[in-house]
């Protein structure tokens, strides 16, 4: 299994990025996809999760109204549009996927495989 995290980069306060997590070895419609995100000296948390095929998109307080998760099982990858960015959204950000319970889905323990990480960074 394989999770290839992509689309980040350097970017103005106030700009946007679309990330995208692309899987092999899985099919992405099976599982609950989630990103996370893990600044320097600080634990990695919660940004966004959602179901393989059906149901709603969980976010963290912090990024909800500005990130956007979205599924298309077709190409087995996930998104995340993120919008008006603040230099406090500056992170690795990993895409996860697991066979993951409610209660689960906002922890790094709810999840089986990780994807590498790609950088983000909003400058002020």
């Known amino acids: 299994v394989q999770l290839q995290a992509s689309g980040g980069g350097l970017v103005q306060a106030g700009g946007s990025l679309r990330l995208s997590c692309a899987a092999s070895g899985l099919t992405f419609s099976e599982y609950t996809m989630a990103w996370f995100r893990q600044a320097p000296g600080k634990e990695r948390e919660f940004v966004s999760s959602?179901?393989?095929?059906?149901?709603?998109?969980f976010y963290a307080d912090s990024v909800k109204g500005r990130f956007a998760i979205s599924r298309d099982n077709a190409k087995n990858t996930r998104y995340l549009q993120m919008n008006s960015l603040k230099p406090e959204d500056t992170a690795v950000y990993y895409c996860?996927?697991?066979?993951?319970?409610?209660?689960?889905?906002?922890?790094?323990?709810?999840?089986?495989?990780w994807g590498l990480g790609t950088q983000v960074t909003v400058s002020s």
């Open positions: 996860a996927a697991g066979r993951t319970i409610v209660s689960y889905m906002r922890r790094t323990d709810g999840y089986t495989y």
């Open positions: 959602i179901r393989g095929s059906g149901g709603g998109a």
